[in-house]
């Protein structure tokens, strides 16, 4: 019989070999949809959200300025479930004092636990705790945050938004520094030196926070952050609807935040290197419109032209891989001496070996890292040792969790096939 100390060496070489196959990857997208509301139902505003939609494919989306309680629905089943590229539903819609948020989902990729309004005295901060599945036992939870903080270049305007972000940072005190939590959202900050963004970076905040692409300064029309430049899309008003700011690009207003714990993946969830993005800007259009030329070189003419029409402001995009971790995953465990259920390698196959101390009916369930059962079987066991193989199970290749039990005692091992 293998010690215990090589059945642990044998996982972790297992497990690094199948790990791929257990890590999933979901793009994230935040949006300011420039005050939609139902009165523009009728306009051609959903058709270019669904056009940057089937651009961009988001597994999650978070929007603000949505002016009433019929946009998120409208949203939803005009432009998202029409996109042909997922099959979405959203969070609850919260009326707040002002402009309000929403969260837009695929349902394929990952789930909403629950949500909460963080109350400011200008717009709420919506939370949203989605989780996903990584394995038999282990799922990730990130604590996603959408925030709309003050406009405007006013002293006032900046000691609310230190205001707005110490209400968050008072809030998420009680999470604990390993959680996920991305935040993002219209910040308005001008430079990296204004006291709300400082608190959000630094020792002031319950969790401090980076940007994913470390790109930080003074935004506000200097072209040394051009690339990253969210505000506006227009050089000049745009005749359709809605109003917005002008003067093309030349801010940087929109983020995706990230704490530590996204940051080096210490919770079965990491920021994607390089994946950080302001969407449709091609660092070709400071100070000038994304429809202007030259031609847009990183989206197609027709995305530019949505981009143009949806909003004044560009989206804001990444990607985070969620994975395995070794919390909640034993490679052995049993709450009895009775019976033992180990993966071992017998005559050059993985196979499943079963040491039974006293006889008796046992079941044995097979599940795949979804959780998804995939085998279920019956056996009656004398004393002594026995072996299962796991060929005639017909499995495909991937790491599994065999569960075997008598009565209410248990015996579980992970093994690969």
């Known amino acids: 019989m293998l010690k215990i100390r090589n059945i642990c060496i044998l996982f972790t070489l297992l497990f690094g070999n199948f790990l791929s196959l257990a890590q999933d990857t979901i793009s994230i997208m935040s949006y300011n949809l420039l005050n939609y509301g139902a009165t523009w139902a009728n306009s051609d505003r959903y058709k270019d959200l669904r056009t940057i939609i089937q651009h961009s494919k988001p597994d999650v989306m978070m929007v603000c300025e949505l002016e009433d309680s019929q946009a998120p629905q409208y949203l939803l089943d005009s432009a998202f479930n029409k996109a042909g590229v997922g099959t979405y539903t959203r969070a609850a819609f919260f009326d707040g004092t002002d ?19 963080i109350y400011t005295v ?33 002293t006032s305007d900046e000691t609310q938004r230190n205001s707005e972000i110490s209400a968050f940072c008072s809030n998420i005190a009680s999470l604990s520094q390993n959680s996920n939590i991305p935040l993002a959202g219209d910040f308005n900050f001008k430079p990296s030196t204004e006291p709300g963004f400082a608190k959000l970076t630094g020792s002031g905040c319950s969790h401090t926070f980076y940007d994913p692409i470390n790109q930080i300064g003074l935004w506000n029309n200097n072209s040394a952050f051009s690339q990253v430049h969210t505000q506006s899309t227009r050089s000049s008003a745009n005749a359709g609807c809605c109003g917005g700011a002008t003067g093309g690009l030349d ?25 950080y993005k302001a969407f449709g800007n091609d660092n070709l259009h400071m100070n000038k419109a994304i429809t202007d030329a ?18 004044d ?32 390698i017998v005559n050059g196959e993985r196979t499943l070996v079963v040491s039974v101390l006293k006889e008796g009916n046992f079941k044995l369930t097979i599940t795949d890292l ?29 790491l599994y969790q065999a569960d075997l039990k008598k009565d209410t005692s248990f015996s579980r091992c992970l093994f690969s096939h």
């Open 294 to 311: 030259p031609a847009n070189a990183v989206v197609p003419a027709g995305v530019a032209q949505a981009l143009f029409n949806m909003s």
């Open 370 to 398: 979804t959780g998804k059962t995939v085998f279920h079987g019956n056996y009656y066991f004398k004393s002594g040792q026995h072996t299962i193989n796991t060929e005639l199970m017909h499995l495909s290749e991937g």
């Open 251 to 275: 801010d940087r207003f929109d983020f995706i935040m990230v704490n530590n714990a996204l940051l080096s993946g210490t919770n079965k969830a990491r920021y994607v290197l390089g994946s």
């Open 99 to 117: 402009t309000d948020n929403m969260l837009f989902y695929n349902i394929s990729k990952i789930g909403l636990r629950s949500q909460k309004q």
């Open 122 to 154: 200008l717009r709420d901060i919506s939370q949203y705790k989605l989780f996903k599945v990584v394995a038999p036992g282990d799922t990730a939870f990130l604590y996603f945050h959408m925030a709309h903080l003050k406009a405007g270049s006013l």
């Open 313 to 344: 402001h560009l989206p804001v995009y990444m990607k985070i891989e969620l994975k395995p971790s070794f919390v909640g995953i034993k490679e052995l465990e049993s709450n009895n001496s009775e019976f033992t259920i180990e993966n071992k």
